[in-house]
């Protein structure tokens, strides 16, 4: 008995140091990152000072997007394209969201339920946990990730309190991710070559993309329920 009061207080003090340092941060950097991130000559001339440095940094920003869900990701990328180009503004987003979704991953089987309800709502929780844990869940977990509109960074949250394998969790969620992270560096890089038609054309086609996903996401995460 002693043992597992020793083992949940640890734990508990663990919890809250992350939690503490996650919200610290939400706070004090997180608009001072999303507004940098959203001047892209700046966040270029930021990245770049750091010379060798440079793609480590960038991919330590995505990762703190993944982290605290607050920074939005999309610009994030189309910023990596901007100053890559887009096939090395996919390989460094590739890299930093997948690392980001690990740590997601491994903190939360590490805590369980009581860090995911800190970070997730209730609705959400109770919408996708049935769908990501049910017989067809390599499947539903692919669709969830391909879908725009769909909270990528909180199914990771709640991805982790199921018995999903996690090699087999990332290797899907990654193949679901790369389009729309090619897509993203593309209009990236464009802008930066100064195409702005096509990084308009592309980056239209993406927000309608986007917002019909958003739209429609209970009926097709509906739809998936009844196929499974």
Same mark, same amino acid.
């Given at each position: 008995? &002693? &043992?597992?009061?020793?083992?949940?207080?640890?734990?508990?003090?663990?919890?809250?140091?992350?939690?503490?340092?996650?919200?610290?941060?939400? @706070?004090?950097?997180?608009?001072? @990152?999303?507004?940098?991130?959203?001047?892209?000559? &700046?966040?270029?001339?930021?990245?770049?000072?750091?010379?060798?440095?440079?793609?480590?940094?960038?991919? *330590?920003?995505?990762?703190?997007?993944?982290?605290?869900?607050?920074? =939005?990701?999309?610009?994030?990328?189309?910023?990596?394209?901007?100053?890559?180009?887009?096939?090395?503004?996919?390989?460094?987003?590739? @890299?930093?969201?997948?690392?980001?979704?690990?740590?997601?991953?491994?903190?939360?089987?590490?805590?369980?339920?009581?860090?995911?309800?800190?970070?997730?709502?209730?609705?959400?929780?109770? &919408?996708?946990?049935? *769908?990501?844990?049910?017989?067809?869940?390599?499947?539903?977990?692919?669709?969830?990730?391909?879908?725009?509109?769909? =909270?990528?960074?909180?199914?990771?949250?709640?991805?982790? *309190?199921?018995?999903?394998? =996690?090699?087999?969790?990332?290797?899907?969620?990654?193949?679901?991710?790369?389009?729309?992270? @090619?897509?993203?560096?593309?209009?990236?890089?464009?802008?930066?070559?100064?195409?702005?038609?096509?990084?308009?054309?592309?980056? *239209?086609?993406?927000?309608?993309?986007?917002?019909?996903?958003?739209?429609?996401?209970?009926?097709?995460?509906?739809?998936?329920?009844?196929?499974?």
């Amino acid at each position: 008995m &002693k &043992k597992f009061d020793r083992s949940f207080w640890i734990n508990a003090v663990f919890l809250v140091i992350i939690i503490g340092i996650l919200v610290y941060v939400s @706070i004090e950097y997180a608009p001072e @990152i999303t507004r940098l991130v959203s001047h892209p000559k &700046k966040f270029r001339e930021f990245v770049l000072s750091y010379g060798q440095m440079s793609v480590l940094v960038f991919i *330590l920003f995505q990762i703190l997007q993944v982290v605290i869900a607050i920074i =939005p990701g999309e610009v994030v990328q189309i910023v990596g394209g901007y100053i890559f180009g887009t096939f090395w503004g996919t390989v460094y987003s590739f @890299i930093g969201i997948t690392t980001g979704y690990v740590i997601v991953f491994v903190i939360v089987r590490f805590f369980g339920f009581r860090l995911v309800k800190q970070m997730v709502s209730e609705a959400a929780l109770e &919408k996708f946990y049935s *769908l990501i844990n049910s017989p067809g869940s390599d499947i539903t977990v692919f669709l969830l990730f391909l879908i725009p509109g769909v =909270p990528k960074d909180i199914l990771v949250y709640i991805a982790g *309190l199921t018995p999903i394998k =996690p090699f087999t969790f990332f290797i899907i969620i990654s193949i679901a991710r790369i389009p729309a992270m @090619i897509g993203a560096s593309y209009i990236g890089s464009n802008i930066q070559m100064e195409n702005y038609i096509v990084a308009i054309i592309i980056f *239209l086609i993406a927000c309608i993309l986007f917002i019909v996903g958003f739209i429609f996401k209970n009926r097709i995460i509906s739809t998936i329920k009844n196929i499974l």
